[in-house]
């Protein structure tokens, strides 16, 4: 009874296009976790 779901074995291609998904939207939310902590600190420290 073994099924393949596809849980751990990716094709090539579909590992490429989720790692180029995580860099897309990982970049804007890294800058806006860092713009986030700049601003916070601005209002915490004046």
């Not at 074995?9 to 590992?15: E, G, K, L, N, Q």
């Not at 897309?24 to 209002?43: C, F, H, R, S």
């Amino acid at each position: 009874m073994s099924s393949d779901s596809g849980s751990s074995s990716s094709p090539p291609a579909r590992r490429g296009l989720i790692a180029f998904a995580w860099v897309w939207v990982g970049i804007p939310l890294a800058y806006g976790l860092y713009e986030l902590v700049q601003k916070a600190t601005q209002l915490f420290t004046g």
